[in-house]
């Protein structure tokens, strides 16, 4: 009550700032491929926050129901001493779980929370029984039988990368059929530098329940909890998250896209001996970890493409994070909060519920993103295929067609490793 009169106090005074809101302007994030256009004003301001209710997350046997709307809590360090470090619940796996901050302003005890302006969706079930299995040893392990489809490349496709990776996009048998397997909302678009929120509601609204049962699938999710977001941060890898490491190469390598890329670059002597060899050398591309932003094994490819990372330099940005699946699970628990797409450079095609390739602007546990692009509905074979390909074959840039999308796949290498690599959609 007494927070209630001295707002009423301060609109009639004309001070109708809510002190709550603690919000920070940010310049544009830098981007290789983003045509920033400076002087221009940021867009209208955020609506005034509403309550809902805070639906959280529960527990039901096998299933986790993920949290049903993004965080909209003012921008914040994400030290390392503000992650809870979780060595239980089986195995050693360390997760890094964000402390909430018990603020009087930001929960009564009513059970209110004070949150941003996305209406309410409907909780999602995340089947997560069999990810503690990940974790055994490799005697332990059940897998899906071999792909048995032709996965030999012609001779056109290993004279053009571009067929090359059409092809890959026809071998993805996993691929998610937008409509039919999940349900997205794209919201309102916007230029890079403006800001302001121009989705109403969440990117996805709806995901089909058998999405997570599918092995590669479920394998890759195993795997995001392991890493923390803080870029510069020492990752520690424990024995039993390498053997999910492991666990997954193997899985997607029965699929027809990873088998299709093993014969091309043996086709091309980029890589020689078993195929046992190559999953090795796969793994090792992927999962060893380097050193960015100046700390020693504090990243590698997999975490940086596809969990993202935050750089805690002059200004917080995301970096990285390129991947659908970690998207729409960090926007159920809370963490993202998607603000629209992004307008086409040139006349382009406004993109809608079907689009499978989309550049957006999102925040994440507070940070901005101030653009990013991301393959939606591809199976996490397709892209690990996709983008080695490019890295072993391909240049910075690399023009190619993927379905009915022109695409260039941007590659960055770090020495002899990737960088970074993702798709930016072409007009």
């Known amino acids: 009550m007494e927070g209630l009169i001295k707002g009423l106090v301060n609109v009639a005074l004309g001070q109708d700032e809510d002190p709550r809101e603690g919000r920070q302007e940010r310049s544009s994030s830098s981007s290789s491929w983003a045509q920033v256009v400076s002087g221009d004003k940021d867009g209208d301001e955020d609506r005034r ?25 003012p921008p914040h360090v994400l030290q390392q001493d503000g992650y809870e470090r979780n060595e239980g619940g089986g195995g050693g796996r360390q997760v890094y779980n964000q402390v909430q901050p018990n603020s009087k302003e930001e929960e009564d005890n009513d059970g209110w929370e004070t949150v941003g302006k996305k209406p309410p969706r409907r909780q999602h079930k995340v089947q997560k029984d069999q990810w503690g299995g990940y974790k055994r040893p490799a005697g332990e392990q059940e897998y899906s039988e071999d792909v048995g489809v032709a996965t030999d490349p012609s001779q056109e496709e290993l004279s053009d990368l571009s067929q090359a990776c059409s092809k890959l996009w026809e071998l993805d048998l996993n691929r998610l059929v937008p409509g039919k397997d999940y349900i997205i909302d794209c919201g309102e678009g916007k230029k890079v530098y403006q800001r302001g929120d121009m989705a109403e509601g969440s990117l ?80 090792s591309l992927w999962f060893d970890l380097y050193g960015r932003g100046g700390s020693h094994s504090s990243s590698s490819a997999f975490e940086h493409v596809f969990v993202g990372e935050i750089k805690n330099r002059q200004e917080q940005e995301v970096s990285g994070f390129h991947n659908w699946i970690q998207f729409y699970l960090e926007e159920a628990k809370g963490r993202v909060d998607y603000q629209g797409y992004i307008f086409p450079r040139r006349r382009g095609q406004i993109p809608d519920s079907e689009t499978q390739l989309l550049t957006v602007q999102f925040e994440w546990n507070g940070v901005l993103k101030s653009v990013s692009s991301t393959l939606v509905g591809v199976s996490p074979e397709f892209e690990v295929a996709l983008y080695t390909l490019c890295f072993f074959l391909g240049g910075e840039d690399n023009h190619v067609q993927l379905g009915p999308y022109d695409v260039n796949v941007k590659c960055y290498r770090f020495g002899n490793r990737i960088g970074s690599v993702f798709p930016i959609a072409e007009t």
């Open 49 to 73: 926050r509403t309550q809902r209710k805070n639906e959280g997350q529960q527990h039901d046997g096998e299933w986790e129901f993920a949290g049903s709307r993004p965080s909209r809590r």
């Open 204 to 283: 996805f609204s709806w995901l089909s329940d058998e999405v997570f049962r599918k092995p590669t699938y479920a394998r890759f999710c195993s795997l995001l909890d392991n890493y923390n977001p803080n870029e510069g941060s020492k990752e520690v890898v424990t024995e039993e998250e390498r053997q999910e490491q492991a666990a997954f190469i193997e899985e997607i390598s029965r699929t027809a896209p990873i088998k299709y890329l093993y014969k091309y670059l043996s086709e091309k002597r980029v890589v020689s001996g078993s195929f046992e060899d190559f999953k090795r050398r796969l793994e």
